[in-house]
């Protein structure tokens, strides 16, 4: 809506006469200009965590779908991060064509062409230029190295190139401190960004002018402009005052509010009271923290200051809530977990409303059983709390041995699941209920199941998918 609205605002008669130097590479280069603010707008607010969390608990007293969506945070994140990415190029390609139709317009000498006579405005008399390449000595890449709008163009194109390479699924699981460290890079992007329209480059003529002298009937009579007589006079043009600041500032004071919390948390201490090395490399810390307090499938951030006082990783908190401690299991994959304490959150996640569910449906893979640990703990704590008294049913001797293979008291099932059978036994079993069916895993296994709940959905037994991003 934005980049149509702005496309046509740009055809009227205040740009009639910079559409006769620049064409309709005005519109296209300042449509996108205006989806890219809107956008801009957009794209700190889903990282905003203590925000999310805030929101999540909330509205989901109110609506389970409306929280659920705010689980999918990251995946809006990079589709705003693509649409930028999108309208940053189509900015920047209209506006090389518009420093080109400048640089052609100052360099065509010919009296008797409207372009020449509109490009010579400013030189000789004290009024505002419309052409902003004053001499035929200079080319379109000195000018964009001499303007404001040029050198914070440079700067915001190279930030969001470095952004975006570097956010690529492949460096950011094995060079996850390439990807942190650049992505500190939006500093500089919001910086150039709020400053690039100061320069006025772009002008259009002013609403005084136009009641003067309407374009649509001077630009024939320009040869007159400004002579007695004549009912033109020589048009004024300016630019529009910068309003890119307008859409991001609130964002922009959202996201400093939200550092400057993570800030004050980082500096509170955390005492680690149990380190736990167990197969597999995986390292658990248990943990306590003054007014530390968490639900079941929560995460923190944690910061290790002798490795660095920069990076924060995210792990799945595995204690339950009713234990006077929390924990997080660490599996060891690069040098930051090798060398590991600051923390940071809890957030929330989906896996939060997995009580709010009669039935539910755990899926965890590889790492990804760490939130359902969490979950399982405090099924057993809210067991043993209304159940005084545990009872364990006889069995015997022969059936009471581990598993041979595993080592596990519990039978241990091999091969992918069937789950069609699985989810059609489910709702056989509880018909008339909600579903709560909650993944922690990769894409490839969150696709799967979500086609199963549309799938095995019906009127009397549905099935809601809930996904944590891992």
């Known amino acids: 809506y934005l980049f149509v609205q702005f496309y046509f605002n740009f055809l009227t008669d205040k740009w009639f006469y910079t559409r006769v130097l620049l064409g309709h590479a005005l519109s296209w280069a300042r449509a996108p200009a205006a989806a890219l603010n809107f956008n801009c707008m957009l794209i700190l607010l889903p990282v905003c965590r203590n925000l999310l969390s805030f929101l999540r608990g909330t509205i989901q007293c109110c609506s389970r779908t409306a929280a659920r969506q705010l689980d999918r945070n990251l995946t809006f994140h990079k589709l705003v991060a693509y649409m930028i990415a999108f309208h940053t190029a189509v900015h920047i390609i209209a506006h ?21 006579v509109l490009s010579e405005i400013g030189t000789n008399d004290s009024l505002p230029f419309l052409n902003p390449i004053r001499t035929n000595e200079t080319n379109p890449t000195i000018v964009m190295f001499t303007t404001i709008a040029g ?5 915001i194109t190279l930030a969001l190139i470095l952004i975006i390479t570097s956010s ?31 320069g006025r480059i772009v002008r259009g003529q002013t609403s005084d002018s136009l009641n003067i002298s309407n374009p649509k009937i001077c630009a024939e009579q320009f040869k007159t402009w400004g ?39 980082s500096h509170q201490k955390v005492v680690i009271t149990k380190v736990v090395m167990h197969p597999s490399k995986t390292l658990e810390l248990q943990m306590k923290r003054k007014g ?109 041995v581990n598993d041979p293979i595993t080592g596990l008291k519990q039978k241990t099932l091999y091969g992918k699941p069937n789950w069609d059978n699985e989810f059609t036994n489910i709702a056989s079993n509880h018909p008339g209920t909600k579903v709560g069916v909650f993944l922690c895993g990769p894409p490839q296994l969150g696709k799967s199941l979500e086609k199963q709940c549309l799938s095995h959905s019906e009127a009397d037994v549905k099935f809601i998918f809930n996904k944590e991003n891992f």
Not at 96 to 116: G, H, I, K, P, V
């Open 96 to 116: 090389l064509f518009n420093f080109e139709y400048f640089m052609d317009a100052q360099l065509n000498r010919n009296s008797s062409l409207l372009t020449f």
């Open 151 to 155: 050198l914070t163009g440079v700067a």
């Open 168 to 198: 690529m699924e492949v460096i950011r699981r094995s060079y996850f401190e390439v990807f942190w460290y650049t992505h500190h890079l939006f500093v500089i992007f919001f910086i150039g960004l709020v400053f690039h329209g100061y």
């Open 227 to 265: 002579q007695n007589g004549s009912h033109c006079e020589i048009p004024v043009f300016a630019g529009n005052p910068p309003g890119t600041w307008k859409w991001v500032l609130a964002p922009m004071i959202l996201y400093v509010c939200e550092r400057l919390v993570r800030l004050y948390r």
């Open 292 to 400: 530390f307090s968490m639900e079941v499938g929560q995460y923190v951030f944690i910061q290790c200051p002798s490795v660095s006082r920069l990076e924060w990783h995210p792990f799945t908190l595995t204690s339950a809530p009713e234990e006077d401690y929390f924990s997080a299991h660490i599996r060891i994959v690069g040098d930051w977990t090798q060398a590991l304490v600051a923390i940071d959150g809890p957030f929330g996640t989906a896996s939060e409303d997995v009580f709010r569910y009669e039935v539910v449906m755990l899926v965890g893979a590889g790492i990804g059983v760490t939130p359902f640990a969490s979950i399982l703990k405090s099924v057993w704590y809210k067991h043993i709390q209304n159940n005084q008294e545990v009872f364990t049913k006889k069995v015997r001797p022969d059936t009471a």
